[in-house]
């Protein structure tokens, strides 16, 4: 029909292939590559696809993965199995493997399960490139602690710098933002020398009873990468360093405040987001006290920017509750509003319901399900304000 404009919104893709659930960490391990099952079907439900595209995206390659991992790295990742392992061996250690924590398992089909996800952001970094999307979202990938040559905290390819370099290849500047309660130190670290790509992070940092560092246990708010004047990535890394119980108010307060600021100033061409849901209440190791509209927020702040915009998956360890979030955050995107009470016809809804805060709803009072003890008080956060704004000036040159 002519005299028809394209249609008001925005255009959403969808990118997941579902191959990436059947993946296992193993039983006792807290990243449940299913949560991934949960949120699909939660957003199948709700009758979300209708309102943008979805694709199937192949696995990223080898020599995709190599514009930023060591081939060394990869080629140990590509043939490294529990069957042949050898935690003995130097590489095995060098490599981010074993360790006393054995954050990063060895398990069966994982070549296949990180170049699945890696596949995806890239695909999805593609269609804001060639302008298929304006919103292209990959729930599947954040992976951000993984570094060129070795694996750390769940995470063994890092597919946020990848979609990043891609990005790249036809943007000037990238603002890559991170919620999840960790660190984004992967990210960081990998554009610590260009002034293209501006990393800002939101997360927990501190000790905790034990005197441990909470992970990654770098992002104190005078981490601002390179500061000598030579370095073109001088001051291009901000840091939000929170603690434990921040509520919705002061959260989404510091959130506009900063975020707000940065895209000021730095005006990006386009803008990656990570959207860990482990910052929300009641995250198995989060120790945020989150909701899922707080959380969701963000996602509608960004959006408001109307810069081309890669949204991504991250943490999560309570796996219906990081179905919700991001089911939530998939309607922000298409400007849908989803009713409270969950569709009947949902499979898995027993795994919704029978909860303290809300069962058989989207939207629980997650504010309270682990009670962690506010310890972020209005002055402390005045300061981490007023600090990150100082660290802004240095962009000035
Ligand atoms: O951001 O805290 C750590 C490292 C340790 C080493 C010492 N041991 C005893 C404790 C842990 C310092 N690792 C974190 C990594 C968190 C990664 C977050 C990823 C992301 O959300 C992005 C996807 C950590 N926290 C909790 C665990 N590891 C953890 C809990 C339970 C288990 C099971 C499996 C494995 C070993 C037992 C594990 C790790
Ligand atoms: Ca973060
Ligand atoms: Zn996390």
Redesign the pocket.
């Known amino acids: 029909v002519y005299g028809i404009e394209k249609p008001q919104g925005y255009s959403v893709s969808f990118h997941y292939n579902p191959l990436v659930e059947y993946h296992h960490?193993?039983s006792?391990?807290?990243?449940k590559p299913w949560r991934l099952t949960l949120t699909k079907q939660l957003i199948l439900a709700y009758g979300l696809e209708y309102a943008m595209e979805l694709h199937e995206p192949r696995s990223a390659s080898f020599e995709e993965l190599a514009i930023f991992h060591d081939r060394e790295y990869l080629d140990f990742l590509k043939h490294i199995t529990p069957q042949n392992m050898d935690p003995e061996k130097e590489e095995y250690l060098n490599f981010g493997f074993g360790?006393?924590?054995?954050?990063c398992?060895v398990f069966d089909g994982l070549w296949d399960y990180v170049s699945l996800y890696s596949g995806a952001s890239l695909h999805a970094a593609n269609s804001l490139l060639n302008g298929q999307s304006d919103i292209a979202i990959n729930w599947s990938g954040?992976?951000?602690?993984a570094k060129k040559n070795a694996a750390s905290?769940?995470?063994y390819v890092n597919d946020i710098v990848l979609a990043i370099q891609h990005l790249l290849t036809q943007n000037q500047r990238v603002l890559y933002i991170d919620i999840?309660?960790?660190h984004g130190d992967g990210v960081e670290q990998a554009f610590e020398s260009t002034d293209r790509v501006m990393t800002l992070s939101y997360h927990k940092y501190g000790m905790d009873r034990n005197n441990?560092p909470?992970?990654?246990g770098t992002g104190n708010i005078n981490e601002m990468g390179p500061t000598d004047p030579s370095n073109r990535g001088k001051g291009h890394s901000l840091n939000i360093p929170l603690d434990d119980g921040i509520d919705d108010d002061q959260y989404t307060w510091i959130f506009k405040t900063v975020t707000g600021a940065v895209v000021a100033k730095y005006n990006p061409n386009a803008i990656v987001l990570q959207c860990?849901a482990?910052s929300l209440g009641g995250d198995r190791?989060g120790k945020f006290n989150l909701n899922i509209k707080a959380h969701g927020f963000c996602v509608e702040f960004i959006k408001s920017f109307n810069r081309p915009l890669l949204l991504i998956g991250?943490?999560?360890y309570t796996p219906r509750n990081v179905a919700r979030t991001w089911c939530h955050e998939t309607a922000v995107c298409v400007d849908a509003q989803l009713h409270n009470h969950l569709p009947t016809h949902l499979p898995y809804l027993q795994a919704f319901q029978g909860e303290e805060n809300g069962g058989g709803v989207l939207y629980p009072d997650l504010h309270n399900t682990k009670r962690h003890e506010n310890a972020n008080t209005r002055q402390k956060l005045d300061n981490i304000v007023k600090q990150a704004l100082e660290n802004l000036r240095y962009l000035d040159g």
């Open positions: 960490f193993g006792s391990h807290p990243m360790g006393e924590s054995n954050d398992p954040g992976l951000h602690h905290g769940f995470c999840d309660v960790h441990y909470f992970f990654p860990g482990d190791l991250g943490g999560g």
